[in-house]
């Protein structure tokens, strides 16, 4: 189950590039997703693990999604659900996300907001920020991105971010910076990702690094794969938030249908694993496209 339920990328039609608003939409949801790079660490934003798809005719759109997971090694099962919104307005692109997430005995909520504004036809910018309780996810957070177009028709994507979490423990917080870059081709998008997260108390480095692919579109199917890899420093489990030092991976899959003119199903499976226990889950949800 995602720790977040945290972007996809739109289509590509021809020599046609996606327009600022899919850019906006997927970049970041890319900033915030690779942020949560470890999905069940402390503290960390609650962000979809994938990219935030947008199909080129829709104006605003509302996102519903229910996540089970199971915990081996008598860790119990996890359960989140989110709502999720996206508009596009004159000024950019806003989103906002409301999550409920229990796990390893503990439960809360998060919320955030963010919006994506067009400062030229090759840079744009994304600013994010979010709050929530309990020990799962942070006091606050903010997060902060810049991004620049190459190529003959911008079909590259180069952004940096950077973010600040406190967190909801005396002398917890998270910052970092995240480097990531996109392509976009026809019908198929790629990303990749690299993030620099210190945890504290402590100054712990927790590097992490991840792979998307996302074949389609909205308009009628998208499968999105990701992969990552990540160092993790603090995790929350059921005696509370403790320090950790090990390697995580993760697997995903997304499958994104479209059922009817506005709306489209979403089914996810995801795979987790540290040294000390694994996760499997299963995310559903559903998607309402206004135009």
């Known amino acids: 189950m995602k720790n977040k339920m945290n972007p996809t990328m ?111 036809p090759d840079y744009y910018t994304m600013i994010g920020l979010g709050s929530g309780s309990s020990l799962l996810f942070p006091d606050w957070r903010a997060d902060l991105a810049g991004y620049r177009k190459f190529g003959d028709q911008r079909q590259y994507v180069a952004g940096l971010g950077a973010y600040y979490a406190k967190g909801n423990q005396d002398g917890r917080s998270d910052k970092g910076l995240i480097l990531n870059g996109i392509y976009y081709g026809k019908d198929l998008v790629l990303e990749a990702g690299l993030r620099g ?15 998307a692919a996302t074949f389609g579109s909205d308009e009628r199917r998208a499968i999105i794969l990701r992969a990552e890899r990540a160092k993790e420093t603090y995790q929350v489990l059921t005696t509370g938030t403790e320090k950790v030092n090990f390697i995580s991976h993760s697997l995903g899959v997304q499958w994104r249908e479209r059922m009817t003119r506005d709306g489209l199903l979403i089914i996810g499976l995801g795979y987790y694993k540290n040294p000390n226990y694994a996760r499997t889950s299963v995310d559903v949800g559903w998607r309402w496209s206004f135009r």
């Open 10 to 120: 739109s289509r590509v039609f021809g020599r046609r590039l996606p327009s600022s608003r899919n850019y906006a939409l997927f970049s970041a949801g890319l900033l915030l997703a690779a942020s949560a790079a470890a999905q069940d660490s402390a503290g960390v934003a609650p962000m979809s693990d994938y990219p935030a798809v947008v199909a080129p005719t829709e104006k605003a759109a509302i996102e519903a999604m229910a996540g089970f997971g199971r915990y081996d090694a008598g860790y119990g099962t996890a359960k989140s659900y989110s709502l999720r919104g996206m508009q596009v307005m004159d000024f950019g692109v806003l989103q906002a996300e409301v999550i409920r997430q229990t796990r390893f005995g503990f439960s809360g909520t998060y919320g955030d907001l963010s919006l994506t504004h067009d400062l030229s």
């Open 197 to 211: 997260n210190v945890a504290n108390p402590g100054a712990a480095f927790g590097p992490s690094q991840y792979l």
